[in-house]
T-cell receptor, first 109, second 114 residues
Framework: DAKTTQPPSMDCAEGRAANLPCNHSTISGNEYVYWYRQIHSQGPQYIIHGLKNNETNEMASLIITEDRKSSTLILPHATLRDTAVYYC??????????FGPGTRLSVLP | DSGVTQTPKHLITATGQRVTLRCSPRSGDLSVYWYQQSLDQGLQFLIQYYNGEERAKGNILERFSAQQFPDLHSELNLSSLELGDSALYFC?????????????FGPGTRLTVT
């Protein structure tokens, strides 16, 4: 079973930052937080992952709270092509990925 | 483009039939994963192979089987097909199955059972 809770849907205006929250209150010390997205029936796409420090790459930023019970994926300047289902997953090394229902992000013009 | 290829892209077949889906992992990736995504079930992990050996099993039916060949490509065999097997089937690959890693997904095979 997925160990995360995400809002089922969110809207964001094009050009604005999209902030996608994820609750993982039962996360253990060695579990990483991963984010993937799936654009309309395409294969899921890896975005970013982190353990406890904030992370940034060319796609997004990941902010993990100090107690690690929640995190936020930030798309700094959302475009229409960012419309997708975003999955937050927690896993420890050796475990397989468990995808929950995710958040359906709609970027509006 | 993730570097993972899957064939065929679409497959339409009848109930009771058998089909084979094929996956080629990214160059250098030793681990292959299969997932099923149907409308009412979300993305479900089926099975994982690492360097030719089965590594983990998820919600894979007994009618389904898979294997990974010496050249690291993998095939998912679905037999005695039922209407409920209609779904998107994704293959993913990763460098190795331990610790911290990302999985890279292929474009999927859409199976329709009529």
């Amino acid at each position: 079973d997925a160990k995360t809770t995400q809002p089922p849907s969110m809207d964001c205006a094009e050009g604005r930052a999209a902030n996608l929250p994820c609750n993982h209150s039962t996360i253990s010390g060695n579990e990483y937080v991963y984010w993937y997205r799936q654009i309309h029936s395409q294969g899921p796409q890896y975005i970013i992952h982190g353990l406890k420090n904030n992370e940034t790459n060319e796609m997004a930023s990941l902010i993990i709270t100090e107690d690690r019970k929640s995190s936020t994926l930030i798309l700094p300047h959302a475009t229409l092509r960012d419309t997708a289902v975003y999955y937050c997953i927690v896993r420890v090394g050796g475990q397989n990925f468990v995808f929950g229902p995710g958040t359906r992000l709609s970027v509006l013009p | 483009d993730s570097g993972v290829t899957q064939t065929p892209k679409h497959l339409i077949t009848a109930t009771g039939q058998r089909v084979t889906l094929r996956c080629s992992p990214r160059s250098g990736d030793l681990s292959v994963y299969w997932y099923q995504q149907s409308l009412d079930q979300g993305l479900q992990f089926l099975i994982q192979y690492y360097n030719g050996e089965e590594r983990a099993k998820g919600n894979i039916l007994e009618r389904f089987s898979a294997q990974q060949f010496p050249d690291l490509h993998s095939e998912l065999n679905l037999s005695s097909l039922e209407l409920g097997d209609s779904a998107l089937y994704f293959c993913a690959s990763s460098v190795m199955p331990g610790l911290v890693y990302e999985q890279y997904f292929g474009p999927g095979t859409r199976l329709t059972v009529t």
